[in-house]
C-alpha cells in the first residue's frame, strides 16, 4: 500500500533562515508526490507536485522541493523563511486508477519574528 | 472567484440529525473528491466522481453517508443519524482530468454534540 511519513509534528525556524520539511513515501512505480498547506480554518492550498523529470520542483510561495529516488524523499525547502509562511504542511502521494491522494500526518511550521 | 467552493462552512448538529454539505467545483472540472480531516491529522479519502458517476467509495464510508454528483457540476453529501465521531472537517476537491492537481474548496466544519 502506498504511503507517505512526514516524521516531525513541528519544525521551528527563525524568519530569514532556510527551511526544510521532511517527507519520506512507499509507493511501488514512479511516485506522484504532492504538497499542500493550510492556514487556520482554511481548506489546503496546493504549493507544488513531482510528476516526472527534473528532481527539483519549484512552487508557490518561492517554495521548491527535492525529489531523491535512492532515500524515497521528497522534502519541501525555502531558502528565507517568512513569518507568513507559518502553517500546516502536508505531503501526499496519488495513487493510479482513482487518483485518490494519501496523506501525511502534516507538519506545523512556526517560523518565528 | 473561480475556486471550489463548499456550503456551509460551518455547521453544529446534534447527535440523530440529518446534515447535507454541498460542494461546488472548479467550472468544468469533471473530477470531484471528498475528503473527511479530523484535527491533528491528514485528509483521508472518502468518495470520488467522474462525472456524474460515483466511481468509489471509501470503506471509511459507512451506510449513513450519501453522496451526489446529479448534473456532473455540484455534489451533495448527506451525513443521516449524525454520530459524534463525524465530527470532522469535510473538505471538497476538483481535478479537470484523472492525475491533475486536486484543488480543494475552504471545507465544511461539523460539530456534532
Known amino acids: 500500500a502506498q504511503s507517505v511519513a512526514q516524521p516531525e509534528d513541528q519544525v521551528n525556524v527563525a524568519e530569514g533562515n532556510p527551511l526544510t520539511v521532511k517527507c519520506t513515501y512507499s509507493v511501488s512505480g514512479n511516485p506522484y508526490l504532492f504538497w499542500y498547506v493550510q492556514y487556520p480554518n482554511r481548506g489546503l492550498q496546493f504549493l507544488l507536485k513531482y510528476i516526472t523529470g527534473d528532481n527539483l520542483v519549484k512552487g508557490s510561495y518561492g517554495f521548491e522541493a527535492e525529489f531523491n529516488k535512492s532515500q524515497t524523499s521528497f522534502h519541501l525547502k525555502k531558502p528565507s523563511a517568512l513569518v507568513s509562511d507559518s502553517a500546516l504542511y502536508f505531503c501526499a502521494t496519488q495513487t493510479l486508477g482513482n487518483y485518490q491522494l494519501i496523506w501525511g500526518a502534516g507538519t506545523k511550521l512556526i517560523i518565528k519574528p | 472567484d473561480t475556486g471550489v467552493s463548499q456550503d456551509p462552512r460551518h455547521k453544529i448538529t446534534k447527535r440523530g440529525q440529518n446534515v447535507t454539505f454541498r460542494c461546488d467545483p472548479i467550472s468544468e472540472h469533471n473530477r470531484l473528491y471528498w475528503y473527511r480531516q479530523t484535527l491533528g491529522q491528514g485528509p483521508e479519502f472518502l468518495t470520488y466522481f467522474q462525472n456524474e458517476a460515483q466511481l468509489e467509495k471509501s470503506r471509511l464510508l459507512s451506510d449513513r453517508f450519501s453522496a451526489e454528483r446529479p448534473k456532473g457540476s455540484f455534489s451533495t453529501l448527506e451525513i443521516q443519524r449524525t454520530e459524534q465521531g463525524d465530527s470532522a472537517m469535510y473538505l471538497c476537491?476538483?481535478?479537470?482530468?484523472?492525475?491533475?492537481?486536486?484543488?480543494f474548496g475552504p471545507g465544511t466544519r461539523l460539530t456534532v454534540l
Open positions: 476537491a476538483s481535478s479537470p482530468t484523472a492525475g491533475a492537481t486536486q484543488y
